[in-house]
């Protein structure tokens, strides 16, 4: 049966309601902020008023109008009256056509927070009409009574004993107090006079050499425990030549053919060993391998086995020293194979735009694998592609070391007085295959032949012999030398202990203070009311102030973003700080991985979770697992924030709940709040994290209100909330998901079924303790989740339980 009897009886109460809300100061105030024109149109009664809130007074005219208004919003009677009564998420309610809206409808949603007040007036603008029996009246829930369901059918299972807190039990080391991590960077060394610089440069590619040589040997044997082994025999002079043109605190970042670049950064030659076969003494506590040597106090930052990821961290570490005004310079070594990627691409431009400090260098070996470069790009000089990008692009001999030292100190001179990226290609050749124990046979034996003639260290020994700074005695220890070191560093790796289950364990993620995770109460003292977008500025602009180190980077951030979030911060924290980036994905999320890496504390906006296909690896394969591939030499604070769901007209690619997509990733939290006062303290704790944090944000809660407590907290991380009690049934819901819950459990109440509501809040880490205490008190579990059925966050709370 309608509400309302008629459309007279439907004008006579708005018509009363709309005298209240104009005659109270505070609320006509903030809606006519808005100078919007609102026409709503009712069916069962028909009806239509038309609201003009452009300036004051507020005036409203019921029928048709010839006023133009800005929005319209058609709905049944009834509906109005449950909004009035502050009974309809309205952006829900859009979402699935209860009410259909025409016009400028995120400005006519804008103004939710100032009608809210109103709700007040509606119950008492009834009982002056003599109305009451309209008045919605509150359900009495279950916290008094057992539950009609337990009551009618009693539970009968065997007794639980289950150790709950266990099953809670996560990867995170939690601390009373966790020390921030300075990296001592270790000075090679090198001779300022040039003849000895010259020597070490001999001295040091002849030691590359015979790394590189030992460990073929050793891989012919089977005694190298991996499938893929990739050389640098041949592409000394690279290495050496761009490494000796740096300091010693700037930054490298390397690929899977890195052994030689690691070792001419100053690289600690038995650790290298050791990693490459897995030990535990290894640089990386033999958890990188082969493809990921890195060493953290040389300035290196990961042996990258994705092609084209390098450059992203490498301007992330750039971005970094920038901000921090270090001087630093960051250095990534690249493939040819590298240049097609969109990676590349995307860290170029990136880099070209806010001039960062960082040498794109291009080791062109003439294949991409096994794929000759004139065959993988149209332009005969990779160098010439620096010019689409605005910035200098150089060729040089990559098989002449000198002539490489003397491009890269000038590009480096540039980046550190502030002069932006360079591009440098060296042209090159692997000696070796692209791995160890492939075929040779795309490529014939005259070629081979015909670059050993132009063999990097016998080009250098020749040179150095006619300049008179070495003989052929000089020569044979150096060569003697290094591959006596090499034996060595081979015994060693050889008698060196592997890693232990516990030594993986211990670095999937970086230390936490525990009171990031330990379970709190709200504060006490006043409250107000603000939407969940409010509490996500609140806590982005508290943390900006409170920590230096923390920035904002995304499209469109200075304006807000697409849902207005971060509006205001550009003004109050200026532009190095919050970052309009290109529509670059991948740079977003790669830079933000570089930048952590290095001290920085970044908060990265993917204007849609959708988007997050177009920077999956910066993501998995990067910020998840760059600290366990390092064996824990690296942290990575950073935050990821992302809209996701349905509801508001945008189709598929706009539309979708990714919460539970990524939650079998180790080295990744996942968040999801459902309320203003979660989604602030847990953004908050987020950012303070030391580790890589997934922040979700359902779109039809931006304009959802509650209370928010004055002055500083936090929401812990890893704790679940229980909104409501109950004995009958454990509902466990997330996201947007959470009101809806609610909204059932009380239509429940009113049936004798009393709910219990669970707001896990982190998916990971996830709080199953407090999920699997209520089941196995109520022996009942529905999920609830805005996502797929299959393989989704429910999925793995049935299979939990």
């Not at 050993?452 to 003697?480: F, M, N, V």
């Amino acid at each position: 049966m309608a509400v309302f009897r008629d459309t007279d009886h439907l004008y006579e109460v708005l018509d009363a309601l709309f005298r209240r809300i104009s005659a109270d100061p505070a609320i006509a105030e903030r809606l006519l902020e808005g100078r919007l024109v609102v026409r709503f149109r009712f069916t069962n009664p028909d009806g239509v008023v038309t609201v003009d809130m452009r300036s004051a007074p507020i005036r409203w005219t019921f029928g048709e109008s010839d006023l133009p208004a800005h929005v319209e919003m058609i709905q049944s009677a009834d509906t109005a009256h449950r909004f009035w009564h502050g009974r309809l998420n309205v952006p829900r309610a859009i979402a699935t056509r209860q009410v259909i809206a025409r016009g400028s409808v995120p400005k006519a949603l804008a103004l939710l927070p100032a009608v809210k007040p109103a709700f007040r007036l509606y119950p008492q603008v009834l009982r002056e009409l003599g109305y009451e029996e309209m008045i919605i009246r509150e359900q009495p829930t279950g916290a008094r009574r057992r539950g009609l369901l337990s009551r009618l059918w009693p539970r009968r299972r065997r007794p639980v004993s289950v150790d709950f807190e266990a099953l809670s039990r996560h990867l995170i080391p939690l601390q009373e107090a966790v020390a921030e991590e300075a990296i001592r960077y270790r000075d090679q060394g090198l001779p300022k006079d040039e003849a000895a610089l010259k020597r070490e440069m001999l001295r040091r590619m002849l030691l590359i050499r015979a790394f590189e040589e030992r460990l073929a040997q050793a891989f012919a044997a089977g005694q190298v425990p991996s499938e893929a082994l990739h050389l640098s025999i041949g592409q000394e002079a690279c290495a050496v030549g761009a490494c000796f043109a740096l300091r010693a605190d700037d930054y490298i970042t390397t690929t899977h053919r890195g052994h030689g670049h690691m070792l001419a950064k100053g690289a600690d030659l038995k650790a290298m060993m050791a990693e490459i076969l897995g030990k535990r003494t290894g640089l990386c506590r033999g958890l990188g391998g082969p493809m990921h040597v890195t060493e953290a106090a040389v300035g290196a930052l990961g042996a990258n086995g994705i092609v084209g990821a390098a450059g992203l961290i490498a301007i992330g570490a750039a971005l970094s020293a920038q901000q921090r005004g270090s001087r630093q310079v960051a250095l990534t070594f690249l493939g040819d194979g590298a240049v097609a990627q969109g990676m590349f691409h995307e860290a170029v431009n990136f880099a070209a735009v806010f001039d960062l400090p960082v040498v794109f260098f291009i080791e062109n070996n003439q294949y991409a694998e096994f794929t000759p470069t004139q065959r993988t790009t149209r332009v005969a000089r990779l160098a010439d592609k620096a010019a689409a990008y605005g910035i200098p692009g150089r060729q040089v001999d990559g098989n002449d070391v000198w002539q490489v030292y003397e491009a890269v100190q000038e590009a480096v001179a540039q980046a550190r007085r502030g002069g932006g990226p360079t591009l440098i290609e060296a042209l090159t050749y692997r000696i070796s295959g692209h791995t160890e124990g492939e075929s040779a046979r795309y490529r014939s034996e005259e070629e081979i032949a015909r670059w050993r003639e132009r063999d990097p260290i016998a080009r250098w020994k020749a040179a150095l012999l006619e300049a008179g700074l070495l003989d052929e005695e000089g020569y044979r220890a150096l060569a003697e030398e290094a591959r006596r070191q090499g034996e060595e560093a081979w015994r060693f790796a050889q008698e060196s202990p592997e890693p232990t289950f516990d030594d993986v364990e211990a670095v999937v993620y970086a230390p936490e203070p525990v009171h990031l995770y330990r379970p709190t109460e709200p504060p006490a003292g006043p409250t107000r009311q603000a939407t969940v977008s409010r509490a996500l500025w609140e806590a982005l602009a508290e943390e900006m102030e409170r920590d230096e180190r923390v920035y904002l980077l995304g499209e469109d951030v200075s304006s807000g973003g697409y849902f207005a979030v971060t509006a205001g911060l550009q003004e109050r924290f200026g532009p190095q700080r919050v970052m309009d980036t290109p529509i670059s994905e991948y740079a977003i999320v790669g830079s933000a991985v570089g930048a952590a890496m290095t001290g920085m504390r970044p908060v990265a906006e993917i204007m849609f979770s959708d988007f997050l296909t177009t920077c999956m690896d910066p993501l998995v394969n990067q910020a998840a697992k760059l600290r366990l591939m390092s064996g824990g030499q690296y942290r990575l604070p950073l935050v990821v924030r992302t809209p996701g769901g349905a509801g508001i007209g945008m189709a598929a690619q706009h539309s979708q709940s990714w919460e539970a997509l990524l939650m079998g990733i180790p080295g990744l939290i996942i968040v999801a709040p459902s309320t203003p006062y979660d989604a602030k303290g847990l953004l908050k704790a987020a950012i303070r994290s030391n580790n890589p944090v997934l922040f979700f944000e359902n779109k039809l809660l931006y304009l959802e209100t509650g209370p928010l407590p004055e002055g500083e907290y936090l929401v812990p991380l890893g704790v679940a909330d229980v909104k409501r009690r109950g004995e009958d049934v454990t509902i466990v819901a997330v996201g947007a998901m959470v009101g809806a819950a609610l909204a059932a459990a009380e239509t429940l109440a009113g049936r004798g079924i009393e709910a219990e509501v669970i707001d896990p809040r982190t998916l990971v880490p996830c709080d199953w303790a407090t999920i699997l205490r209520s089941v196995a008190k109520t022996g009942r579990l529905v999920t609830v989740e805005a996502g797929v059925l299959t393989g989704g966050f429910g999925a793995e709370v049935a299979a939990r339980v």
